[in-house]
């Protein structure tokens, strides 16, 4: 009798209780600026981040598991986010989509000890090598392979057509806010990039990321009559330095590393703007690339209030974070080993030539080299509109000094 | 009757039991894509909830104890929506969130993760907490709003003092902007837009 009573409370359990086998949801952390010092890009980046998780879950989650997306906003407040980092850990993220430097650099040393994945929208070089930061990732073309390219676009396209060419050597110089890590990042690898090409290399010109008046700045930059002048700040300064030198009629061309180079900047710079060339390693939001309708209808759901005309490139900026996130996920759980190191070894590093979409050139991780992209996608604006330029593959254009001499500044 | 016999009436009667429940679940509303409304959301208040009044030390002052630092004044302020389900069924709220101006300034954003239920019906409300941060949004207004502030002829440390100073008096204009609520109904998703002015 005792089994037939087992057996009817078995039944009960059975139709009544919650499937046993329902697939366990994966956490991951993000950071965002919301209010802070670079909230104005990182508040479409975070929601950019948000509708990619979205699209993820939608399209079936990691190996049909849902991502559960713990979205935090630290302000830019580098002592906010080394205590919301616990917070992550304690929800047992198994990685974490980052913002810019500040968080970025603060966490680098935690993320290595703890072997916990970490991709971010902060470019520098210096994070490529996994000898010296093998947690820390992104979805992007490095700011000096970017720097590289368009130094190398700018030669290619536009010097042969100068008046002066195969009279003299070409003339560079660099604007930006020399005190700044961040800005400062790619600028010693467009120097070695000007000097093998056999450019001559003016004087830094010292501009502030907070400037609206560069005009000092560009009087001197006219003492060294430069043919082309490289920008590495963010939008607001950079429009100011194309104003100015406009005004001043500099007579310079302009290339601008992705931080830069946004539609803000049109916006900001008018037709001083007008002919800049710069580095973008995603499409802007809009243009007719693999994936871009998946983009557009996630912010259209989900962020109804803001209108397709104000969004910009750092919503494709994150969702190449989130996909090539979900993608080292799908390959790690394949693997069945969905630890950090899993992560980034059976997830990552197993990436060769993987296509993306969103207008990316091909992402490849090794174990010796975490270095996305070889090729950097330039753009030209021309109407107000960036029109794709060239497409410069350093790696196969000096596959020597890619290799052996390039990784990792 | 026997022991067994007891037990087994007991899990029938309780089968029964939790069948009609089931079957009363059936019978009410059922959300689909034609009848799921999307909730209203609507801005009931807005509370300066904590305040420490206006101060701004620069790293070069030394801290009594602790790091220096350009620290400025956080302040907090408390929104309070209300959010009213018109539909016959419950719908779960899981996200809120939208963007906060100072005049025609978007200074913070915000964002509510915590989830909850509102009954057929019925109207919840949604208690939203903003910190602003008086160094970063100084930061923030140099970094991206300097043109703006030199066209309003004011920098950015008098701007973000007026604004911290006069904010319970209503002295300037404060906009919600770009809302978003996500709520869920099973499996459908709808999302609300808002926006208000305070004070009205």
């Known amino acids: ?409 | 009757m026997t022991h067994c016999n007891m037990t087994t009436r007991n899990c029938v009667l309780i089968l029964i039991a939790l069948g009609f429940l089931a079957g009363c679940a059936a019978m009410a509303a059922k959300p689909t894509d034609q009848n799921f409304k999307a909730p209203a959301v609507t801005l009931d208040s807005m509370e300066v909830a904590h305040y420490w009044g206006w101060w701004y030390y620069a790293k070069a002052v030394p801290p009594t104890k602790g790091t220096a630092g350009n620290n400025g004044a956080p302040l907090d302020l408390a929104f309070i929506f209300a959010i009213e389900n018109p539909n016959p069924f419950p719908v779960m709220l899981e996200s809120l969130k939208f963007t906060v101006a100072f005049e025609d300034f978007d200074l913070n954003a915000l964002s509510s993760t915590d989830i909850q239920w509102i009954p057929p019906g019925k109207t919840n409300q949604v208690r939203v907490h903003a910190m602003f941060d008086g160094e970063q949004s100084r930061l923030k207004l140099m970094l991206v709003d300097a043109v703006k502030l030199k066209e309003k002829d004011i920098d950015a440390m008098t701007q973000i003092e007026k604004w911290w100073t006069g904010i319970s008096q209503g002295a300037f204009p404060v906009s919600v902007k770009e809302g978003a609520a996500v709520f869920k109904a099973d499996s459908l998703v709808k999302v609300s837009t808002f926006k208000a002015a305070w004070p009205r």
């Open chain 1, 1 to 409: 009798m005792k089994s037939r009573y087992f057996a009817w409370l078995w039944t009960v359990l059975i139709l009544f209780a919650p499937a046993a086998s329902e697939a366990v949801d994966i956490n991951i952390g993000a950071f965002s600026d919301l209010g802070g010092a670079t909230s104005d890009a990182g508040k479409e980046y975070a929601m950019g981040v948000a509708e990619a998780i979205h699209y993820i879950n939608d399209a079936g989650g990691i190996n049909g598991r849902t991502v559960k997306l713990f979205q935090l906003d630290y302000g830019y407040r580098i002592p906010e986010v080394l205590v919301k980092y616990s917070l992550l850990k304690q929800k047992k993220c198994v990685a974490i989509l980052g913002w810019g430097p500040g968080d970025t650099e603060a966490l680098a040393p935690a993320i290595a000890g703890d072997k916990l994945p970490y991709v971010s929208a902060y470019y520098a070089a210096h994070l490529c090598d996994p000898g010296k930061s093998p947690y820390n990732l992104f979805i992007a073309t490095d700011y000096s392979t970017q720097a590289r390219g368009l130094v190398t676009a700018w030669f290619d396209k536009k010097w042969p057509a100068k008046p002066d060419f195969g009279k003299r050597k070409p003339r560079i110089a660099c604007a930006y806010m020399t005190a700044s890590p961040f800005t400062s990042a790619s600028i010693k690898a467009a120097k070695d990039q000007a000097t093998l090409l056999g450019f001559d290399i003016g004087a830094d010109q010292d501009v502030s990321l907070f400037a609206i008046d560069t005009q000092s700045r560009i009087a001197a930059l006219k003492e060294f009559k430069p043919d082309v002048v490289l920008h590495t700040n963010t939008v607001m300064s950079v429009a100011a330095a194309l104003r100015d030198s406009d005004a001043l009629e500099l007579g310079a061309d302009h290339l601008i590393i992705s931080s830069g180079f946004t539609e803000n900047l049109v916006q900001q710079a008018g037709k001083a703007a007008e002919g800049a060339m710069g580095c973008a390693p995603w499409a802007f939001f809009g243009q007719n690339v693999k994936l871009m309708d998946k983009v557009e209808a996630y912010a259209k759901k989900y962020n109804p209030g803001i209108s397709p005309e104000n969004r910009t490139i750092h919503t494709v900026q994150a969702w190449a974070n989130v996909l090539g996130l979900a993608e080292a996920l799908k390959r790690a759980d394949k693997a069945g080993d969905l630890s950090g190191q899993g992560i980034l070894k059976k997830g990552f590093e197993t990436m060769r030539d993987f296509e993306i979409g969103l207008g990316m050139a091909p992402v490849s991780f090794s174990a010796s080299d975490h270095r996305p992209q070889s090729k950097a996608g330039i753009y030209e604006i021309r109407d107000g509109k960036f029109a794709p330029l060239d497409e410069v593959d350093l790696k196969s254009r000096w596959p020597e000094k890619w290799k052996r001499e390039w990784l990792g500044w």
